[in-house]
């Protein structure tokens, strides 16, 4: 009997309409994984593209200036050629132009969504593409929109593309090693990919609305339950606004919700059991390379975890973690972990490194001392100015994992604008401070620098005032650096910068108003055998807010080469250099009649949590 029984089910036909169901319940998913394989190749092709080309503008950069050391080193008649714009190709003219109507489309036109973020128009196509790509494996073939075609296919889709979360939510993941672009960047993936996924989770969970009562006591109707409403708390409580007013709660939220998913989800569909422990794998990989770091950069003696801090004024402190076993780049940031400040023990909050490394007379570099100013807004960092206020000089436990973050390559273009507001500074001068390093060691091919700060008040001014002070007297006699401070609210006199004097000639101010400011120049005197070439330095210190669409202007089209123009601050600052940058000199138009070529690399520490708005 029983052999009969096996050759009956073996002839038992297979129902062509189940089985095409099923095929396309595994076909399809993988179809979609096959895209972003190769969307990921795309942007490793990209990348490296992107690196030959900086790479090739640097050596011709350093040839060109070189040359024109030369020819200014023969005799003073040949000055007009060193100051002279190289000429270019009318193919290098017509490449620069295309370049330029690309960022302008790609990266400086945005979508405001608020008074304090917006979305680049890159970000907003990868959204709608996922999203669109989503719907089209997930409707596609189902012959009229019958759900039994789409009904699991769609949870399924949720279920694999799971594991693309973890490989994009991590501080060193896979895709950010590769394609090159900074975690934060693929930080706005993880967020667009989760909301389109709970999206496909959703249509899979409306497509059972109708099934009996008595089903729901079945385990794998009622993890699928569990799962979807977990995915639900984790997108309603990973909003902006959640993020930036309770970031403790929504990190306690989110990895028990996340915990919650993962278990519901195993007994749910245990065929998918894979995904599941690609999903682990991925953030897991990212665990246990943060904490070899931090076991690399914290250990030595004496006290390797201690840290001074120090508060320099009313909302400012300052961080010093002496002899940490670690090397980065000028504009790169850390995440410290202050268990005494902190509620939680474990989180961890990203600070933006205020100094570069230090190095020998050789050029190679030695044991630095990480510096961080950290300005008090609110949670985390606000804790941290009444701890410092009350344990000023004394010693922190503190523990730095990093470095993290893609600075921009200031020392590939001929012309750099630094533009900061507030505590941006600490993201901008340490770019100045690498310049200004790499110059001494002639290595930069960086002709000249415009540092801008604007600060609200005086007493904003005070803990960085040495240091640019010092950063000032060292550029004389390696690069034309000009240095401007502009105090939109003055409540007291002006901080003595060496010797000031406070002209009497109005300029320009930026707002539309017609209010007068006033302006303090320093500047050094030069000697008469000083020569004209990148020796000259000053410092402005001017009341009222910077003009920067003339600021921006008037160096692009007085720049003899590529021009960088990097902004740290509020949203209205960065959102101020996007717009001016998409016309007028940085335009393609002016690209094509012979004019420089301009990169813009923004950090806009107005979206996000408030953590993150302090390391800059």
């Not at 899979?204 to 089903?215: A, G, L």
């Not at 320099?312 to 010093?320: A, G, K, N, P, Q």
């Not at 400011?517 to 070439?533: A, G, R």
């Not at 806009?604 to 953590?611: L, M, T």
Request: aromatic residues 8%; glycine residues 6%; proline residues 6%.
């Amino acid at each position: 009997m029983g052999n009969v029984t096996t050759t009956n089910n073996a002839a038992r036909p297979v129902n062509p309409y189940r089985a095409y169901i099923r095929w396309q319940r595994v076909a399809y998913p993988k179809q979609l994984w096959d895209l972003v394989a190769s969307a990921i190749v795309f942007l490793i092709i990209c990348n490296i593209i992107h690196l030959w080309r900086m790479r090739s503008r640097k050596q011709a950069l350093m040839r060109a200036r070189g040359t024109q050391q030369m020819v200014a080193g023969d005799s003073e008649a040949n000055a007009d050629k060193t100051n002279s714009t190289p000429v270019r190709s009318k193919g290098k003219r017509l490449r620069g132009a295309v370049d330029a109507a690309f960022r302008i489309f790609a990266f400086r036109r945005s979508i405001p969504l608020d008074r304090h973020y917006s979305f680049s128009l890159t970000e907003v196509f990868f959204t709608v593409g996922y999203l669109a790509a989503v719907l089209i494996w997930s409707f596609v073939h189902s012959h009229g929109g019958q759900r039994q075609f789409w009904g699991e296919r769609t949870g399924a889709i949720a279920s694999r593309q799971a594991p693309l979360l973890t490989l994009l939510a991590g501080k060193n993941n896979l895709v950010t090693l590769v394609t090159g672009i900074s975690y934060e960047k693929v930080n706005i993936m993880h967020r667009a990919v989760g909301r389109t996924l709970f999206l496909a989770a959703l249509f899979h969970s409306f497509e059972k609305y109708d099934m009996p009562k008595r089903v729901l006591a079945f385990p794998q109707i009622y993890t699928g339950v569990i799962a979807t409403v977990a995915w639900t708390v984790i997108i309603l409580t990973s909003f902006r606004t959640i993020r930036n007013q309770a970031f403790e709660f929504f990190l306690v939220v989110h990895i028990l919700s996340v915990v919650a998913y993962l278990v519901s989800m195993y007994f749910h569909w245990k065929k998918d059991a894979m995904y599941l422990y690609l999903f682990i794998g991925f953030w897991m990989l990212d665990r246990v390379v943060r904490g070899i770091r931090l076991l690399f950069i914290n250990r030595g003696k004496p006290q390797p975890r201690r840290a001074i801090v120090e508060h320099v004024s009313e909302d400012c402190i300052r961080l010093v973690l002496p002899n940490r076993h670690m090397t980065w780049k000028a504009g790169q940031h850390v995440f410290l972990t202050l268990p005494g400040v902190s509620i939680l023990p474990f989180e961890s909050h990203p600070m933006t490194i205020a100094n570069i490394p230090e190095r020998d007379e050789q050029g190679a570099r030695k044991p630095t001392d990480l510096v961080f100013y950290i300005r008090a807004m609110d949670g985390f960092t606000r804790r941290l100015q009444q701890y410092g206020s009350r344990h000023h000089g004394e010693l922190v436990i503190a523990l730095a994992d990093g470095p993290y973050g893609k600075p921009p390559p200031v020392n590939t273009f001929t012309t750099v604008i630094l533009v900061a507001g507030g505590s941006g500074i600490a993201s901008t001068l340490p770019l100045l401070l690498d310049i200004v390093e790499t110059s001494r060691r002639k290595k930069s091919p960086v002709l000249r620098v415009l540092f801008v700060w604007s600060v609200k008040r005086r007493g904003d001014l005070n803990w960085a005032i040495e240091k640019i002070e010092a950063t000032h007297k060292e550029a004389i006699g390696l690069i034309d650096i000009e240095l401007c401070i502009h105090v939109s609210r003055p409540d007291d006199n002006l901080p003595s910068l060496a010797k000031l004097e406070e002209l009497e000639d109005p300029v320009s101010p930026t707002s539309p108003d017609k209010k007068r400011s006033s302006e303090v120049v320093l500047e050094k005197p030069s000697s008469d055998n000083s020569p004209s070439t990148p020796t000259e330095s000053q410092l402005k210190v001017t009341i009222g807010r910077p003009d920067i669409p003339r600021l921006l202007s008037d160096e692009i089209q007085s720049s003899k080469g590529p021009v960088a123009v990097v902004g740290c601050g509020p949203s209205h600052m960065t959102q101020a250099i996007r717009t001016s940058l998409c016309s007028g000199p940085a335009g393609p138009s002016a690209i094509l009649k012979g004019g420089a070529e301009v990169s813009m690399f923004i950090e806009s520490f107005g979206a996000v949590r408030p953590g993150e708005k302090s390391r800059k």
